[in-house]
């Protein structure tokens, strides 16, 4: 499985934007670049996901290099209620699509 | 908005003794996983089912664990005889067509 590559923790001030990076040097050409996160004491939930093209929804964006090697998901600003686990993660887009969570980045931020 | 039950919510066992988690996926998907968190880790995927049929349980302890959803609904995940080890988060999550898993709240294990 293609794996993936994200700093342990990050500081963000409030209202300010956030770019959480992520490395995936070995993805493949079918794989798709998702984004979860997880609140303390709560399952995680999906943020974004993306194949090639920059995406946009109501929750963040996500940029994903020419190469696609590496990702950025983008908050416009934070929020303390943004203080999460993020996690990026490759979903094989053959088979059974499954996917596989890294230990990802813990944001926090800072009133 | 549906969401994915799970309970209980939180399990105290005492090691050798059994346990077992319940799931009930949101109406309508067919793909359900169980995953595993331990603290400060990511979650961990024990088995997952597409309807009735285990597609992957190649992560699950067989000798211990076992799962089933017989009817292709809702799910049971085992675990007999329960070890120190198996202290955790364990983790539901459904998906439908789309890309998206639900994840439920989690039942927290802890063995003592």
């Known amino acids: 499985d293609a794996k993936t590559t994200q700093p342990n923790s990050m500081e963000s001030n409030e209202e300010e934007p956030v770019h959480l990076p992520c490395n995936h040097s070995t993805i493949s050409g079918t794989d798709y670049i998702h984004w979860y996160r997880q609140l303390p004491s709560q399952g995680p939930e999906y943020v974004i996901h993306?194949?090639?093209s920059n995406v946009n929804n109501r929750m963040a964006s996500l940029a994903i290099a020419e190469d696609r090697k590496s990702s950025t998901l983008i908050l416009h600003r934070a929020t303390l209620r943004d203080a999460a686990v993020y996690y990026c993660?490759?979903?094989?887009?053959?088979?059974?699509?499954?996917?596989?969570f890294g230990t990802g980045t813990k944001l926090q931020v800072i009133p | 908005e549906a969401e994915v039950a799970q309970s209980p919510r939180y399990k105290i066992t005492e090691k050798s003794q059994a346990v077992a988690f319940w799931c009930d996926p949101i109406s309508g998907h067919a793909t359900l996983y169980w995953y595993r968190q331990i603290l400060g880790q990511g979650p961990e995927l024990l088995v997952q089912f597409q309807d009735e049929s285990v597609v992957d349980d190649s992560q699950l302890p067989k000798d211990r664990f076992s799962a089933e959803r017989l009817k292709g609904v809702d799910s049971t995940l085992k675990i007999q005889p329960a070890e120190l080890g198996d202290s955790a988060m364990y983790l539901c999550?459904?998906?439908?067509?789309?890309?998206?898993?639900?994840f439920g709240p989690g039942t927290r294990l802890t063995v003592t």
């Open positions: 993306g194949l090639t």
């Open positions: 999550a459904s998906r439908g067509n789309s890309y998206e898993q639900y």
């Open positions: 993660i490759l979903r094989d887009f053959e088979g059974y699509q499954k996917v596989t």
